[in-house]
T-cell receptor, first 115, second 110 residues
Framework: EPEVTQTPSHQVTQMGQEVILRCVPI?????FYWYRQILGQKVEFLVS????????KSEIFDDQFSVERPDGSNFTLKIRSTKLEDSAMYFC?????????????FGPGTRLTVL | GEDVEQSLFLSVREGDSSVINCTYT??????LYWYKQEPGAGLQLLTY?????DMKQDQRLTVLLNKKDKHLSLRIADTQTGDSAIYFC??????????FGTGTRLTVIP
């Protein structure tokens, strides 16, 4: 069964450093999402992406964040200058269409630890 | 924005039924989902219900939706130790983004 994959599974970085989290969505899916889950808190929507541009973003997704689909298979989340409060599990998701019977499929997540 | 709430913990004995409850605030929610998260794993979609339905059954899982009260529940029949996990309720609005609850940690006691 096709699945969403994410790399790395765990990333440790120093405050102020840039990180890139990578996702490979399911191959024929058209809509892509990033969510994050701070330890012990809710899973929160960050951004959705379609047709090579951002469809919607939350208040969390400020200028420090960017997303890209560089090569037609990967979908990346970049955090330019990490802060301690960026430590969280980051989930990528993809969806075939926005049709009423389609659901989002989630990857296993990348745990980001900012020291 | 949408606010989705769940109780944090539930313990049941193996073989009993589990009922996990969820409330949401946005009456325009189109779909409501239940996801399961096992330790170190991603979010596994268990089931979902469209907002114009009030019940959906899928093997051991029964979803009940009370749209008037904005209350959703997931019943797991004959709960097994392998059902121990965190269960997330999520609401999807017209923007197709998901709003998640805090998750309910289900512990199944052998």
């Amino acid at each position: 069964e096709p699945e969403v994959t994410q790399t790395p599974s765990h990333q440790v970085t120093q405050m102020g450093q840039e990180v890139i989290l990578r996702c490979v969505p399911i191959s024929n899916h058209l809509y892509f999402y990033w969510y994050r889950q701070i330890l012990g808190q809710k899973v929160e929507f960050l951004v959705s992406f379609y047709n090579n541009e951002i469809s919607e973003k939350s208040e969390i997704f400020d200028d420090q964040f960017s997303v890209e689909r560089p090569d037609g298979s990967n979908f990346t989340l970049k955090i330019r200058s990490t802060k301690l409060e960026d430590s969280a599990m980051y989930f990528c998701a993809s969806k075939l269409t926005t049709g009423t019977t389609d659901t989002q499929y989630f990857g296993p997540g990348t745990r980001l630890t900012v020291l | 924005g949408e606010d989705v709430e769940q109780s944090l913990f539930l313990s049941v004995r193996e073989g009993d039924s589990s009922v996990i409850n969820c409330t949401y605030t946005d009456s325009s929610s189109t779909y409501l989902y239940w996801y399961k998260q096992e330790p170190g794993a991603g979010l596994q979609l268990l089931t979902y219900i469209f907002s114009n339905m009030d019940m959906k059954q899928d093997q051991r899982l029964t979803v009940l939706l009370n749209k008037k009260d904005k209350h959703l529940s997931l019943r797991i029949a004959d709960t097994q130790t392998g059902d121990s996990a965190i269960y997330f309720c999520a609401s999807e609005t017209g923007a197709n983004n998901l709003f998640f609850g805090t998750g309910t940690r289900l512990t199944v006691i052998p």
